[in-house]
């Protein structure tokens, strides 16, 4: 079993920056592919980002050159830096693991664990 607790949302102006992180539990988190997610009211969850074990990263169109994911896999600890934030940016953020070390999938489907999610508000 895996747990993920997400921390670092709150509120900011926009152009201005946040960093996420999601603290994992499992002695097998190196292995696995850790991916961000976000749902806005009343719209679908979106894929943000995701990484794999040795570092190989995906971004989604919206974020791409915006925000940075990193993992610190000796503090068990994926991170999500975000940049000149935006008011469209505004949601919930999701933190995801999944068990399959070879993709990083965009679909939440094919991840298997999720935190309880952080809400990130911009201001314009």
């Known amino acids: 079993q895996v747990q993920l607790v997400e921390s670092g949302g709150g509120l900011v102006q926009a152009g201005g920056s946040l960093r996420l992180s999601c603290a994992a539990s499992g002695r097998t988190f190196s292995r696995y592919v850790m991916g961000w997610f976000r749902q806005a009211p009343g719209k679908e969850r979106n894929f943000v980002a995701a990484i794999t074990w040795s570092g190989i990263t995906r971004y989604g169109d919206s974020v791409k050159g915006r925000f940075t994911i990193s993992r610190d896999n000796a503090k068990n600890t994926v991170y999500l830096q975000m940049n000149s934030l935006k008011p469209e940016d505004t949601a919930v953020y999701y933190c995801?693991?999944?068990?399959?070390?070879?993709?990083?999938?965009?679909?939440?489907?094919?991840?298997?664990?999720w935190g309880q999610g952080t809400q990130v508000t911009v201001s314009s």
């Open positions: 995801a693991a999944d068990t399959n070390p070879i993709r990083t999938s965009t679909g939440g489907s094919e991840y298997e664990y």
